[in-house]
T-cell receptor, first 114, second 115 residues
Framework: AQSVTQLGSHVSVSEGALVLLRCNYSSSVPPYLFWYVQYPNQGLQLLLKYTSAATLVKGINGFEAEFKKSETSFHLTKPSAHMSDAAEYFCAVSEAQAGTALIFGKGTTLSVSS | KAGVTQTPRYLIKTRGQQVTLSCSPISGHRSVSWYQQTPGQGLQFLFEYFSETQRNKGNFPGRFSGRQFSNSRSEMNVSTLELGDSALYLC??????????????FGEGSRLTVL
């Protein structure tokens, strides 16, 4: 069965520092991969998605992620953290035939200190 | 363009009761999906409706059901509520292209507390 693992339930960085949130998936076939962000008391917002067109995917708010098939990873990065980036981040995977049935990781809470 | 609207935002029920949650998708979106979010289990897919038909279903008991109307609005119902049903229920709409996974646009959720 498909699964997603997010390493680190909580990541803390200083403002201006590099953000790295880790995500590994389990699949023999490269699936669709997503990163979503959830701010307190809000729904999820799509940051970016991988659909096999390019291994380096650029998203909104300066985030990007690199798909590495050999490592089954899809880590999310941002060169310089901003206070407004503090939120919970979810990695998700979907296979083509699964439609909107995404499998989400447990989430990583990002804290940004000044 | 209005986003996904979910009602009610908060509700409290007691064990054994039933609840109905409503979701209005973004105009033009024909796919509506429902997810349950809890601290312990995280985000779990409940079901997807497209053009009034259930297209996919997650691993939840039959107490969880849903439907979609001709205007794409959707409702989900949970009968015989249990304490473990306390959760944030998220609705997401999508253009749902065939053979692919369209971007999901999530509502702010309905937070259900079962006492």
């Amino acid at each position: 069965a498909q699964s997603v693992t997010q390493l680190g339930s909580h990541v803390s960085v200083s403002e201006g520092a590099l953000v790295l949130l880790r995500c590994n998936y389990s699949s023999s076939v490269p699936p669709y991969l997503f990163w979503y962000v959830q701010y307190p008391n809000q729904g999820l917002q799509l940051l970016l998605k991988y659909t096999s067109a390019a291994t380096l995917v650029k998203g909104i708010n300066g985030f990007e992620a690199e798909f590495k098939k050999s490592e089954t990873s899809f880590h999310l990065t941002k060169p310089s953290a901003h206070m407004s980036d503090a939120a919970e981040y979810f990695c998700a995977v979907s296979e083509a035939q699964a439609g909107t049935a995404l499998i989400f990781g447990k989430g990583t809470t990002l804290s940004v200190s000044s | 363009k209005a986003g996904v609207t979910q009602t009610p935002r908060y509700l409290i029920k007691t064990r054994g009761q039933q609840v109905t949650l409503s979701c209005s998708p973004i105009s033009g979106h024909r796919s509506v999906s429902w997810y349950q979010q809890t601290p312990g289990q995280g985000l779990q897919f409940l079901f997807e409706y497209f053009s009034e038909t259930q297209r996919n279903k997650g691993n939840f008991p039959g107490r969880f059901s849903g439907r979609q109307f001709s205007n794409s609005r959707s409702e989900m119902n949970v009968s015989t509520l249990e304490l473990g049903d306390s959760a944030l229920y998220l609705c997401a709409s999508s253009l749902r292209t065939s053979g692919g996974t369209g971007e999901l646009f999530f509502g702010e959720g309905s937070r259900l507390t079962v006492l």
